[in-house]
Antibody, heavy 113, light 106 residues
Framework: EVQLVESGGGLVKPGSSLKLSCVAS????????MHWIRQAPKKGLEWIAL????????YYADSVKGRFTISRDNSKNTLYLEMNSLRSEDTAMYYC??????WGQGVMVTVSS | DIQMTQSPSFLSASVGDRVTINCKAS??????LDWYQQKHGEAPKLLIY???NLQTGIPSRFSGSGSGTDYTLTISSLQPEDVATYFC????????FGGGTKLELK
């Protein structure tokens, strides 16, 4: 069974940093590209980053480019999202996903003073 | 970047009604269009992939159609458990979600 479990969220102040993790199981993690998507409270979904299976390519939404970094460790079956210079508008539930079919349950990030 | 315009943003319907939700892309997305259902407090669940392919385990009352820039999700006979918010997703070029349709029972 495919499982994706996010962690690392929490309450942080504007300007600070946070690193999210997504541990994958039930499939060959090193064979798949992975995404991060977020959803602000009572808002729609926003794709924010993609990393290829071998980390050869990474893509970002304009809203996070230069502040967020997606990475992965295939030896640990883990996807990461390093978030710097956090803003109040980054407050959201963050999901990792393997393609369209498999999503984690999400982890909440709140940016507030 | 491809923009997705979803309509309506809110929909009220009765049990048994036929419900349609639309997504319009800013350019041809070659049927790379998926539909998701999200219930309160839950992660989105894939219903339909690549325009008209029903995800395993999804009831057959859900269907999708479309081509080019215009796509539709249809629920043939609304059930109480279908109350949710629905999103489209284009994956022709990166990913872009539609704004969502909140479906409620009348």
């Amino acid at each position: 069974e495919v499982q994706l479990v996010e962690s690392g969220g929490g309450l942080v102040k504007p300007g600070s940093s946070l690193k999210l993790s997504c541990v994958a199981s039930g499939f060959t993690f090193s064979s798949y590209g992975m995404h991060w998507i977020r959803q602000a409270p009572k808002k729609g979904l926003e794709w924010i980053a993609l990393i290829y299976y071998d980390s050869s390519n990474k893509y970002y939404a304009d809203s996070v480019k230069g502040r967020f970094t997606i990475s992965r460790d295939n030896s640990k079956n883990t996807l990461y999202l390093e978030m710097n210079s956090l803003r109040s508008e980054d407050t959201a539930m963050y999901y990792c996903a393997r393609g369209a079919s498999y999503w984690g349950q999400g982890v909440m990030v709140t940016v507030s003073s | 970047d491809i923009q997705m315009t979803q309509s309506p943003s809110f929909l009220s319907a009765s049990v048994g009604d036929r419900v349609t939700i639309n997504c319009k892309a800013s350019q041809n997305i070659n049927k790379y269009l998926d539909w998701y259902q999200q219930k309160h407090g839950e992660a989105p669940k894939l219903l339909i992939y690549n325009t008209n392919n029903l995800q395993t385990g999804i009831p057959s009352r859900f269907s999708g159609s479309g081509s080019g820039t215009d796509y539709t999700l249809t629920i043939s006979s609304l059930q109480p458990e279908d109350v949710a918010t629905y999103f489209c997703l284009q994956h022709s070029s990166r990913w872009t979600f539609g704004g969502g349709t909140k479906l409620e029972l009348k």
